[in-house]
């Protein structure tokens, strides 16, 4: 299985601010993924990573809100910016590795917005 | 689209009782199935996966999970519940495809001594 790191852990930022979280994995990984999982609520898709090309959003989720970057096979940021309280959820960063049908999870940031 | 339905917000099961949680799927062609598991400020842990082959998957925990293509289900059981295994559950799907993991909205499990 692939281990994931995510930093920060856990934040707590101003409104109007953005935040970039870092996913580590400690393996190359062609598939990454990103979602949302607001307070008490499952986890929703915001946007397919792969290395080499765009990423690719779900609907209601924008570049330009969520600008995300993979500059390599095994890390990638996701930056939420101008940040408003509907924003305080957990962030978790999903990868598939090769040859693998299931998908691992980091363990996430908890980000809160005032 | 690809969808999971978990009906139940909920499940109360006493220890040493069995236990099942609930989930059926939407998918177009066949589906790739999974459950995970959320314990309290945890990050997700990958349970077990149905993607062919014998429609009762054993999984981690002494979990398993019967596919019911028919009745497009894939409900999670275990034969005897521990109040460790209190947690939030979710089921998930994806085609066959590159496609990510579509989320049910979990099951939380109390386990009751």
């Known amino acids: 299985s692939a281990v994931i790191s995510q930093k920060p852990s856990r934040d707590i930022c101003q409104r109007g601010t953005s935040l970039t979280i870092q996913c580590q994995v400690d393996?190359?990984?062609?598939?990454m993924f990103w979602y949302r999982q607001q307070p008490g609520q499952s986890l929703t898709l915001i946007a397919t990573?792969?290395?080499?090309?765009?990423?690719?959003?779900e609907s209601g989720f924008v570049i330009d809100k969520f600008p995300i970057s993979r500059p390599n096979l095994t890390f990638s940021t996701l930056t939420v910016s101008n940040m408003s309280p509907e924003d305080s959820s957990i962030y978790l960063c999903?990868?598939?590795?090769?040859?693998?049908?299931?998908?691992?999870f980091g363990p996430g940031t908890r980000l809160t917005v005032l | 689209a690809q969808s999971v339905a978990q009906p139940e917000d909920q499940v109360n099961v006493a220890e040493g009782n069995p236990l099942t949680v609930k989930c059926t799927y939407s998918?177009?062609?066949?589906?790739?199935l999974f459950w995970y598991v959320q314990y309290p400020n945890r990050g997700l842990q990958f349970l077990l996966k149905?993607?062919?082959?014998?429609?009762l998957v054993k999984g981690s925990y002494g979990f398993e999970a019967e596919f019911n293509k028919s009745q497009t289900s894939f409900h999670l059981k275990k034969p005897s519940a521990l109040v460790s295994d209190s947690a939030l559950y979710f089921c998930?799907?994806?085609?066959?495809?590159?496609?990510?993991?579509?989320f049910g909205k979990g099951t939380r499990l109390s386990v009751i001594a």
């Open positions: 990573a792969n290395q080499g090309s765009e990423a690719t959003y």
């Open positions: 393996s190359q990984v062609t598939m």
């Open positions: 998918v177009s062609g066949n589906p790739y």
């Open positions: 998930a799907v994806r085609d066959t495809g590159n496609t990510p993991l579509v």
């Open positions: 999903s990868v598939r590795a090769g040859g693998r049908d299931e998908q691992f």
């Open positions: 149905y993607i062919t082959g014998d429609n």
